[in-house]
């Protein structure tokens, strides 16, 4: 879900709820990840996204992005939780305290809200959302799609 965008999370409709961790399973076996569905989901990510715009910046953004999937969709982590997120980004390799640090920075907190308005304002409502220009692509089910118009532009 993308806050203000209106939509809802896919666990607050039932039917959804009930479908989501098989068809996750089905799509970890496709993209071949391990994957245990997390019962804090759909959990706050600002923290974490904070931090992996800060890692973007110090250039340890691979090694979080891989410690942040695996600790949401593979260990069942709330990565909401700041004592969860600092043992992740540690894990990551990455000095815990100075990332964290920077990533709770006004810089930070500013940086963030303005890629999420930017997504709100080119028409994201929720993630996975890609661009191609100006195109917008949602959800994993269109990676393909979203090869098809890299290879164009």
């Not at 479908?19 to 989901?41: K, Q, S, T």
Request: glycine share 6%; net charge positive; proline share 6%.
């Amino acid at each position: 879900m993308l806050t203000g965008s209106g939509n809802t999370p896919p666990p607050t409709v039932p039917a959804r709820a009930k479908h989501m961790p098989r068809d996750l399973a089905r799509w970890a076996r496709r993209y071949g990840v391990e994957l245990a569905w997390n019962p804090a989901f759909a959990m706050s990510t600002v923290q974490a996204l904070r931090s992996a715009l800060a890692a973007q910046d110090g250039g340890s953004f691979a090694a979080l992005h891989r410690a942040l999937f695996r600790a949401v969709w593979v260990d069942r982590k709330n990565v909401s939780d700041p004592a969860v997120i600092a043992d992740v980004v540690a894990k990551a390799g990455v000095d815990s305290a100075a990332l964290l640090a920077e990533a709770s920075s006004e810089p930070y907190k500013a940086r963030l809200k303005a890629k999420v308005d930017e997504a709100l304002a080119r028409g994201a409502f929720g993630l996975p959302s890609f661009f191609v220009g100006d195109e917008l692509f949602f959800g994993n089910d269109w990676l393909q799609f979203v090869e098809e118009a890299l290879s164009r532009s």
